[in-house]
T-cell receptor
Framework: KNQVEQSPQSLIILEGKNCTLQ??????????LRWYKQDTGRGPVSLTI?????NTKSNGRYTATLDADTKQSSLHITASQLSDSASYIC???????????FGTGTRLQVFP | DAEITQSPRHKITETGRQVTLACHQT?????MFWYRQDLGHGLRLIHY???????NKGEVSDGYSVSRSNTEDLPLTLESAASSQTSVYFC???????????FGQGTRLTVV
């Protein structure tokens, strides 16, 4: 069964600190992996998209890594800001269907 | 600017009533998707369409239907609303292939 699992489920950090979120997937055949940010009461917004051949991609203070061999990805947030408080969702696309399989997300809270 | 909009943002309906949620995108995307988001679950795919007159069932399609008469719109209909369909519904659109998917703001539906 295609699954995407994320850890931790929730995380609290202080403003200015770094953090890393984890994603493991069992999706086959693999097409691409995405990280989305979802603010409370809003729709998800794309942060990064990585294909099989890419092992790292950055978007400002967000850096995603992908290890297709171990089927793991991470999202590293540098110098966190209060506005980073949100849910971060790992999403994997299977095969060539353009359908997305969503993890349950990591809820990040950044406190001053 | 191109966008994807959902309406209404909030709706309360009674069990057994037919309800239609609207989704309109101006990206001119071929792919459109409907998801529901519930606590403890990742976004789950209800129905999707790869183009005009094309509709397909997702993993949680029972009790829902969609129609695609033009590129811009993919309305989601709940034939006979049930309390189990209380959820937040998200519409998304994308081009084919490894491209960013854009999400609407969501519709919070309560069935009483």
């Amino acid at each position: 069964k295609n699954q995407v699992e994320q850890s931790p489920q929730s995380l609290i950090i202080l403003e200015g600190k770094n953090c890393t979120l984890q994603c493991n997937y069992t999706v086959s055949p693999f097409s691409n992996l995405r990280w989305y940010k979802q603010d409370t009461g809003r729709g998800p917004v794309s942060l990064t998209i990585m294909t099989f051949s890419e092992n790292t991609k950055s978007n400002g203070r967000y850096t995603a890594t992908l290890d297709a061999d171990t089927k793991q990805s991470s999202l590293h947030i540098t110098a966190s800001q209060l506005s980073d408080s949100a849910s971060y969702i790992c999403v994997v696309s299977a095969g060539n269907t353009d359908k997305l399989i969503f993890g349950t997300g990591t809820r990040l809270q950044v406190f001053p | 600017d191109a966008e994807i909009t959902q309406s209404p943002r909030h709706k309360i309906t009674e069990t057994g009533r037919q309800v239609t949620l609207a989704c309109h995108q101006t990206w001119n995307h071929n792919n459109m998707f409907w998801y529901r988001q519930d606590l403890g679950h990742g976004l789950r795919l209800i129905h999707y369409s790869y183009g005009v007159q094309d509709t397909n069932k997702g993993e949680v399609s029972d009790g829902y239907s969609v129609s695609r008469s033009n590129t811009e719109d993919l309305p989601l209909t709940l034939e006979s609303a049930a309390s189990s369909q209380t959820s937040v519904y998200f519409c998304a659109s994308s081009e084919q292939g490894v491209t960013e998917a854009f999400f609407g703001q969501g519709t919070r539906l309560t069935v009483v």
